[in-house]
């Protein structure tokens, strides 16, 4: 402002049209609210209803209904969504040692898994699987392959009260933390001794009910199933079918949400009763590979069922990765007796290239553990390269039946697997089993190398 001359002898005085400007103000920045992350979905199995929280991209379908405190969007009128897939497992297994007395044992090569898949979502609320393995092991000695059916079932999502998924068809029985884990995501070449076919229920038709807390820290799911219906025949003609009841609980104690899981701790149980269709039982297992004697083997045994239950632990510790699991199951004996078995495996993984394995709350089976993702893909160009994800692992398993008079087995394997991509691994696998005198071959101990090319897309 400009001061009139009038008033220049009078420096004390302020004239009245003299102002002073006001300090102007300083805009408030407002941080931008904190958005928690979106809870993992495995995108095979993602309702539709996830992905058109916004009724404007609600494309393809009817946004009939929107809840505002739910942020829920009815596309119901949307057609399924399909893509195809494949699982593709190559195994060449040597038998570097069998110690005396001998065992009847044989190097291989197979096709451990050759596997046709077709997935989707549609209608807002549903999925799907279909998947077959086109493996000729069940025509052996044939020239015509015998596909057998691993994944068939469909799911309704988003369920109310507790429930939020109910799955109807040919899936995995909700028990066991490593039995759930897909094939793919495993990191040996074989699941535990204790787990797959021995305590642990296979794929079996039936239906389940799956829940998760709305932090995603608690898990449970309750199954009913048929027992063991054969995978070739696809049926079951008979008045004594068998039944299997499962439950499982998980629980996040803590989860480290800035990383997305990079720290993590997960505990669970499980409880699985099994009405044996033919009234016999047996508990046998090779030496983590699939091809190859049974070195211990109850033998068929009569008995009308079995219950197992099981203690899950694991931890996710930056590159560093730790899962075990305990296993205590009693059998019912035709003579009105009662025999415990038991069994349990803990191993170690540790990314030398700084990975973590991945988890998920609530993937296809519930808690477990998902696709392992490498920082950087192997590549060689021109142009530059890439070395892929190195991962050391070791396991140690147990196996005792010495209730059933079929003895005690042991097993130690160490290895590294080699991930080119998150869908293309090479996995190297040294396997020292040993057995007590009670088992099939009596006291014996052996080393085996196995080695896999697996891809999958």
């Not at 000729?136 to 015509?144: I, L, V």
């Not at 079932?153 to 995995?172: C, D, H, Q, V």
């Not at 898990?219 to 079918?241: H, M, N, P, V, Y």
């Not at 004996?333 to 990975?355: H, K, R, W």
Request: charged share 20%.
């Amino acid at each position: 402002p400009v001061v009139p001359a009038t008033f220049a002898p009078y420096p004390s005085l302020t004239p009245p049209d003299v102002f002073t400007p006001a300090t102007p103000a300083v805009p408030t920045i407002v941080a931008p609210p904190t958005v928690a992350p979106a809870p993992h979905f495995d995108p095979a199995v993602m309702p539709a209803s996830y992905l058109a929280a916004d009724p404007a991209k609600a494309s393809g379908g009817d946004a009939k209904k929107l809840d505002a405190k739910s942020s829920w969007v009815d596309i119901s009128g949307e057609k399924w969504t399909v893509k195809l897939g494949g699982h593709v497992q190559l195994d060449l297994v040597e038998w570097a040692q069998a110690m005396a007395p001998p065992i009847p044992a044989q190097n291989y090569f197979e096709f451990r898994r050759l596997r046709l898949m077709a997935d989707g979502a549609g209608y807002g609320v549903f999925d799907f699987r279909i998947q077959i393995d086109i493996e000729p092991e069940a025509g052996e000695g044939t020239s015509t392959p015998v596909a057998d059916i691993k994944d068939a079932y469909l799911s309704m999502n988003e369920l109310p009260a507790i429930w939020k998924r109910w799955r109807i068809g040919n899936f995995f029985v909700p028990y066991s933390l490593e039995q759930v884990t897909n094939d793919t995501n495993n990191i040996f070449l074989e699941r535990s001794i204790p787990t797959q076919g021995i305590f642990a229920a296979d794929r079996e038709v039936g239906m389940a009910l799956y829940g998760v807390s709305d932090d995603m820290n608690h898990t449970w799911t309750s199954g009913i199933f048929l027992d063991s219906i054969s995978e070739s025949l696809k049926e079951r003609i008979d008045d004594a079918q068998g039944c299997r009841l499962s439950g499982r609980l998980t629980w996040l104690p803590y989860y480290d949400e800035a990383s997305n899981g990079r720290y993590l701790v997960h505990l669970g149980a499980g409880t699985l009763f099994s009405q044996e269709q033919d009234d016999l039982i047996r508990f046998r297992a090779r030496p983590q590979i699939h091809e190859g004697p049974f070195l211990i083997d109850t033998g068929l045994i009569p008995g009308s069922s079995t219950t197992s239950a099981n203690l899950e632990f694991a931890t996710v510790w930056g590159q560093l990765s730790v899962q075990s699991e305990w296993f205590v199951t009693g059998a019912n004996l035709a003579n009105d007796t009662t025999s415990t078995v038991y069994g349990g495996y803990a191993y170690l993984s540790y990314f030398l290239t700084g990975e973590n394995r991945i988890y998920e709350r609530f993937g296809q089976h519930g808690a477990q553990f998902g696709r392992n993702v490498p920082f950087s893909n192997f590549f060689l160009t021109r142009g530059g390269n890439g070395w892929g994800g190195w991962e050391f692992k070791m396991r140690s398993s147990y196996l005792g039946l010495q209730e059933l008079n079929a003895g005690r087995y042991n097993d130690l394997t160490v290895g590294m697997n080699w991930y080119w991509t998150d869908r293309i691994r090479i996995m190297f696998d040294w396997i020292h089993p040993w057995t007590s005198a009670q088992t099939t071959y009596g006291q014996t101990s052996s080393d085996i190398l196995g080695t896999r090319f697996d891809f999958n897309f």
